[in-house]
């Protein structure tokens, strides 16, 4: 049973769109999932590509995960890591971080594509000024039998544990269903949610409108299923009872402390990114993100 849905709001960047469900006025979270952003497909093709330059974060994590195309993420810790289809970067921000992600420049013209996911994670109470740290795992298990695979991105799905880091208890999985193809949604954990990125597909009979978010109902066991073929991303995971805040790239649980992030970022306190320290993001006056202010 689907018990609410959550159309996103798109941005256009020029040469791709996002579209973004979380946080939204009609839910701020799904498990420890704060924010949840899908962008493209798209053809970067006689363009410069993704450009996001450095910008801060506090008491979150970020999960990149790729469909198609290719991202060269920079940090403040010194990571460089360019992300592929098939891993997953995790930053977790902490007590803060800087980082920004760009088209690998000597790709564009042979890998253009552009089409994957990004979300943030909460860090649950008493996590959320841990040190920042940051992870590419590719190692990631596979379950598939003949009409549906699934990769567990983070936590543990149909008997398979990713080896992801999770501050939280935490779920989330990319399903490629082949026509006729079926997968069961299990039902251990608190909130869940799934959003059809891909084709088509149907919870119990109730079909999916694409990158709409279709939060499920908490307990119950459920099954994915496409006629003709579809991809789709499940997440959830456990509920947070104390209330977070968002505003801009800052989640916490007080809003001072999101004020004191906001008076860093605009004075030049966190930490330079190496490798990319001409460019930065001005703290907005306005930002297109928040909640709670």
């Known amino acids: 049973m689907i018990t609410q849905t959550i159309t996103p709001v798109t941005h256009d960047l020029g040469q791709f769109e996002v579209r973004r469900v979380l946080p939204s006025r009609q839910r701020q979270m799904v498990g420890p999932f704060i924010f949840v952003d899908e962008f493209g497909p798209a053809d970067l093709s006689g363009g410069d590509?993704?450009?996001?330059?450095?910008?801060?974060?506090?008491?979150?994590?970020?999960?990149?995960?790729?469909?198609?195309?290719?991202?060269?993420?920079?940090?403040?810790?010194?990571?460089?890591?360019?992300?592929?289809?098939?891993?997953?970067?995790?930053?977790?921000?902490?007590?803060?971080?800087?980082?920004?992600?760009?088209s690998p420049k000597g790709e564009l013209a042979t890998n253009p594509k552009m089409f994957g996911m990004q979300t943030w994670l909460a860090l649950p109470d008493g996590k959320e000024e841990i040190d920042p740290a940051f992870e590419a795992v590719t190692d990631l298990p596979m379950v598939e039998d003949q009409c549906a695979k699934a990769w567990v991105i983070m936590g543990d799905l149909w008997g398979k544990s990713a080896p992801t880091t999770t501050h939280a208890e935490t779920i989330y999985a990319e399903i490629v269903l082949a026509p006729t193809g079926a997968l069961p949604i299990e039902a251990n954990a608190d909130e869940r949610a799934v959003m059809l990125v891909g084709g088509e597909a149907s919870v119990d009979g109730v079909a999916l409108t694409p990158y709409e978010l279709a939060v499920l109902a908490p307990g119950k066991e459920m099954t994915l299923s496409s006629a003709n073929g579809g991809r789709a991303m499940l997440l959830g995971g456990e509920a947070f009872t104390t209330k977070r805040h968002v505003w801009w790239n800052f989640v916490s649980s007080d809003r001072e402390r999101i004020n004191q992030a906001k008076q860093d970022w605009r004075e030049g306190?966190?930490?330079?990114?190496?490798?990319?320290?001409?460019?930065?993001?001005?703290?907005?006056?306005?930002?297109?993100t928040i909640s709670n202010p």
Request: hydrophobic share 35%.
């Open 49 to 102: 590509g993704m450009g996001v330059r450095p910008h801060p974060h506090i008491n979150l994590a970020t999960v990149t995960w790729l469909f198609e195309g290719a991202i060269d993420h920079r940090d403040s810790l010194g990571t460089f890591a360019t992300i592929r289809p098939g891993q997953v970067n995790l930053m977790t921000a902490g007590r803060g971080i800087v980082h920004s992600e760009r």
């Open 269 to 288: 306190r966190f930490p330079k990114v190496p490798g990319d320290e001409e460019e930065f993001i001005p703290l907005p006056e306005v930002p297109k």
